[in-house]
């Protein structure tokens, strides 16, 4: 009975010190499975804090399409290398072992890839013991003229290095204008956020006064319902903040060539000075996308100048050396020691004139197809024309207009400012609801993100504006000095 006591309190025993201890470090216990949870994830990255400079910068030296655009204008120059060749002599050498029968027969036999060809007269006998035979030779071959068609090829791919060239040009403008845009596109994204967060603190402040208000028996519990509402409103009004800032960042970091969204980006001194409007000059003969139109339309025309040189005779000097050896009598008769290695050696020398007369059929066809590209390649340039001076004319619209809504802005803030705080007052006397507070509250809280946004709007003007011109370069500029300020 002893032992079954002491069993018995060893156990309860054991029971309390498993409780205290749990209830001495259960507090811990949760940071620590945090703590550890966090360093099994590995470190955390710390965000690259960006200007509107960097990222222009990084857009231009990261962007693959700019990438990609200059490897196709080193493989266009190339090129131009390759159809210069076509200007040098060919030359091919040969060297062959066999060992087979000499039985042939007179007569003439089609060019074709399956059966060999036998040289020399006709021998009596069938006999099929077979010999050694070998050859060895070279050909030479050239062109002396072509009546222009490897001139034509030349200039063809030259047109093609200046239409890769200028296509990087325009590759890089639109890649920066596009960083440059969606930096200040994620720049009012944040601003929207400190906003949202501005109004769930005020109406987080207002439902805790009215609940107070509520337990006093001063407003009802309608009241205290409502105010719960609206904080619940502006919370979802900061998250749906949140969550377009974070699209933007995603969108920024595709635009500079990242693969990380871990960047917190720094407008400074963008949301308090406003850049200056100089009325700039367009001269679109000088733009990268009207360069690349009239690149791309040379082309076409060279193309079908090269067609129109195909129709020609090829004219050929060809000279060549060669060596036979064959174990193949003139009669029937094999010597077996022979035709491992040439014994007789010959050269000719001649001068080809090859014309494919019938290929007109195809190359007219090919003529009307590059005519109409070229006619194609003509209007797209018209269109190019067409969209910049519309550019041009949007630019400077959206220019004006974000000068005068940034004049206003204050004002419009001051007044939706002054008319919350009187919501407020006038609620805490009994003559105003909390509908009123929320629906002033909300006019302000769009006031103070316009007013934030407004001078990034100038600044998005000036951007196309700059992209209207052809250069980002009057913009970096402007950039430069107010982050510099």
Do not use: C
């Amino acid at each position: 009975m002893l032992t079954l006591r002491r069993r018995i309190f060893l156990v309860i025993t054991s029971l309390l010190l498993i409780n205290l201890v749990a209830l001495t470090f259960g507090s811990a216990s949760a940071q620590d499975l945090k703590e550890t949870v966090t360093s099994l994830s590995g470190p955390q990255l710390r965000p690259l804090s960006l200007t509107l400079s960097d990222a222009v910068e990084m857009a231009r030296r990261n962007f693959p399409e700019i990438k990609a655009a200059v490897y196709r204008a080193e493989a266009s120059k190339a090129r131009v290398r390759k159809e210069k060749t076509a200007y040098l002599p060919r030359g091919s050498m040969l060297v062959q072992e066999m060992r087979g029968t000499s039985n042939q027969i007179t007569g003439p036999l089609l060019p074709n890839g399956t059966i060999p060809v036998i040289t020399g007269a006709e021998v009596g006998g069938n006999d099929l013991t077979g010999g050694w035979g070998s050859a060895t030779g070279t050909l030479l071959s050239w062109e002396p003229f072509d009546f222009g068609l490897r001139a034509a090829n030349v200039r063809t791919a030259q047109a093609e290095e200046r239409f890769a060239k200028s296509q990087v040009a325009l590759t890089e403008l639109d890649a920066v204008v596009s960083a440059a845009e969606t930096f200040l596109k994620a720049a009012a994204a944040q601003q929207a956020v400190k906003a949202s967060k501005a109004k769930l603190d005020r109406m987080t402040v207002l439902k805790d006064t009215v609940r107070v208000l509520v337990d006093k028996h001063l407003r009802s519990n309608t009241d205290g319902f409502l105010a719960e509402a609206e904080e619940a409103k502006a919370r979802d009004q900061f998250i749906e903040a949140e969550q377009s800032f974070d699209l933007a960042i995603a969108s920024l970091a595709e635009a500079i060539g990242l693969t990380t969204s871990a960047l917190n980006i720094e407008p400074g001194a963008l949301l308090n000075l406003r850049p200056g409007f100089n009325q700039l000059a367009v001269n679109i003969e000088s733009h990268p996308a009207w360069l690349a139109q009239s690149s791309a339309l040379e082309l076409a025309g060279n193309r079908k100048r090269a067609i129109e040189k195909t129709y020609y005779p090829k004219f050929s000097i060809i000279a060549a050396m060669y060596g036979r050896g064959s174990a193949f009598r003139s009669d029937v008769s094999i010597n077996q020691g022979k035709g491992f290695y040439p014994t007789r050696v010959n050269y000719a020398a001649g001068f080809n004139i090859n014309f494919p007369f019938l290929d007109i059929f195809d190359l007219r066809a090919q003529h009307l197809l590059a005519s109409k590209l070229e006619l194609s390649e003509r209007a797209h340039l018209d269109f190019t024309f067409l969209k910049l001076r519309t550019d041009e004319n949007r630019a400077t619209a959206l220019m004006k207009g974000a000068l005068r809504i940034a004049d206003n802005a204050p004002i419009k803030v001051y007044a939706a400012r002054e008319a919350a705080n009187s919501a407020r007052v006038r609620y805490q006397i009994g003559l105003a609801s909390i509908n009123d507070i929320a629906q002033d509250e909300q006019l302000l809280t769009q006031a103070e993100v316009e007013e934030a946004t407004a001078k990034l709007r100038v600044w998005r003007a000036l951007l196309a504006r700059a992209a209207a011109t052809g250069s980002i370069e009057p913009f970096a500029l402007e950039v430069r000095k107010a982050e510099g300020n």
